[in-house]
T-cell receptor
Framework: EPEVTQTPSHQVTQMGQEVILRCVPI?????FYWYRQILGQKVEFLVS????????KSEIFDDQFSVERPDGSNFTLKIRSTKLEDSAMYFC?????????????FGNGTRLTVT | QKEVEQDPGPLSVPEGAIVSLNCTYS??????FMWYRQYSRKGPELLMY????GNKEDGRFTAQVDKSSKYISLFIRDSQPSDSATYLC??????????????FGAGTRLFVKA
């Protein structure tokens, strides 16, 4: 079964550094998402992306965050200047065309540790 | 009031028990309802997906949606130790402008004892 893949599985960075988290969504999916889960807390929506632009973003997704689909397969989340509170699991998700809305399929996440 | 409320548990049951998990929500625009299972340090895995009110069964799992009460449930029959995980309810509206943003409950931690 096709799956969403994320790299790296674990990223350690120093406060103030830039990080790029990478995702390869399922190939026939057109909607892409980033979610965040701080340890022990709920899965929180960050941003949705469709047709090469952001559809919606949450309050968490401030100017320090950006997303990009640099080619036909990758979908990236960049955090420009990391803070300690950015430490979390970051999940990429994708879904099929919205003609008949379909559920999100998640990757296994990137654990970001900011020291 | 939170958009989606879910008791975080933990819920501990003996092997073979019937497990009942549930969520309430406040946004009447939600039309699509999902249950995900999440093992420690893994991504959420889709278990059940339903549209609007009604029941859906898949093996040992049954999902129920009552839109009039804004209440959804997941039942697990003949629970197994391998069912031990966190169960997340999730829902989204039918409005395409938000990219069908999906909102999650806090998750219920389930332990099934052998």
């Amino acid at each position: 079964e096709p799956e969403v893949t994320q790299t790296p599985s674990h990223q350690v960075t120093q406060m103030g550094q830039e990080v790029i988290l990478r995702c390869v969504p399922i190939s026939n999916h057109l909607y892409f998402y980033w979610y965040r889960q701080i340890l022990g807390q709920k899965v929180e929506f960050l941003v949705s992306f469709y047709n090469n632009e952001i559809s919606e973003k949450s309050e968490i997704f401030d100017d320090q965050f950006s997303v990009e689909r640099p080619d036909g397969s990758n979908f990236t989340l960049k955090i420009r200047s990391t803070k300690l509170e950015d430490s979390a699991m970051y999940f990429c998700a994708s879904r099929q065309r919205p003609v008949s809305p379909s559920p999100l399929h998640f990757g296994n996440g990137t654990r970001l540790t900011v020291t | 009031q939170k958009e989606v409320e879910q008791d975080p548990g933990p819920l501990s049951v003996p092997e073979g028990a019937i497990v009942s998990l549930n969520c309430t929500y406040s946004n009447s625009a939600f039309q699509y309802f999902m249950w995900y299972r999440q093992y420690s340090r893994k991504g959420p895995e889709l278990l059940m997906y339903t549209y609007s009110s009604g029941n859906k069964e898949d093996g040992r799992f049954t999902a129920q949606v009552d839109k009039s009460s804004k209440y959804i449930s997941l039942f697990i029959r003949d629970s197994q130790p391998s069912d031990s995980a966190t169960y997340l309810c999730a829902m989204s509206g039918g409005d395409n402008t938000g990219g069908f943003k999906t909102i999650f409950g806090a998750g219920t931690r389930l332990f099934v004892k052998a």
